[in-house]
T-cell receptor, first 112, second 114 residues
């Protein structure tokens, strides 16, 4: 399967702590994106990192990409209860149409 | 809010029936993708439409079909429904420019097949 794998599957932390989620994939990619999903509803785009970038920041989010290891990580700093959601990595493949493959997701719970 | 809408919100159908789900893209977007998300799983790519033509397809049987209209709204049709088709169906619109793009997702349609 070309699906991305995310680790951990679930994560429970205290408010104020940092949360780190990891994503691994198997194919060559154009870019990798992270999405957030609340309670099985629509996904919200968080951040996109291109294959020639190594690190990107957006507010409390930091994303790294290591194409040699085919892995990415999402760090949420100073977590809040409102960050409780499922987080998915998604990557678009090199060449052809813009198919996006999603990872298996990490369910984050931030305890107030 | 992303500007992408889907209808209906929830739907219950019986095995063997047919269903049509609808998606209205964000203004200016010419590409729409459909995904199936089973409970506890990541979204699975069904197919993508670009300027009214199917532009790519995932590992789904032909009973899953779609349409994109001139105003870039879209439909997903599923024939001969099976119990395993029960899932959240998501559409996402985007503007196809280059190799990096951002998808805007609708809230999804929850389909239950009994």
């Amino acid at each position: 399967s070309q699906q991305g794998e995310e680790d951990p599957q679930a994560l429970s932390i205290q408010e104020g702590e940092n949360a780190t989620m990891n994503c691994s994939y198997k194919t060559s990619i154009n870019n990798l994106q992270w999405y957030r999903q609340n309670s099985g509803r629509g996904l919200v785009h968080l951040i996109l990192i291109r294959s020639n970038e190594r690190e990107k920041h957006s507010g409390r989010l930091r994303v790294t990409l290591d194409t040699s290891k085919k892995s990415s990580s999402l760090l949420i700093t100073a977590s809040r209860a409102a960050d409780t959601a499922s987080y998915f990595c998604a990557f678009s493949h090199s060449g052809g149409y813009q198919k996006v493959t999603f990872g298996t997701g990490t369910k984050l719970q931030v305890i107030p | 809010e992303t500007g992408v809408t889907q209808s209906p919100t929830h739907l219950i159908k019986t095995r063997g029936q047919q269903v049509t789900l609808r998606c209205s893209s964000q203004s200016g977007h010419n590409t729409v993708s459909w995904y199936q998300q089973a409970l506890g799983q990541g979204p699975q790519f069904i197919f993508q439409y670009y300027r009214e033509e199917e532009n790519g397809r995932g590992n789904f049987p032909p009973r899953f079909s779609g349409l994109q209209f001139p105003n870039y709204s879209s439909e997903l049709n599923v024939n001969a429904l099976e119990l395993d088709d029960s899932a959240l169906y998501l559409c996402a619109s985007s503007l196809a420019t280059g190799d990096a793009y951002e998808q805007y997702f609708g809230p999804g349609t929850r389909l239950t097949v009994t």
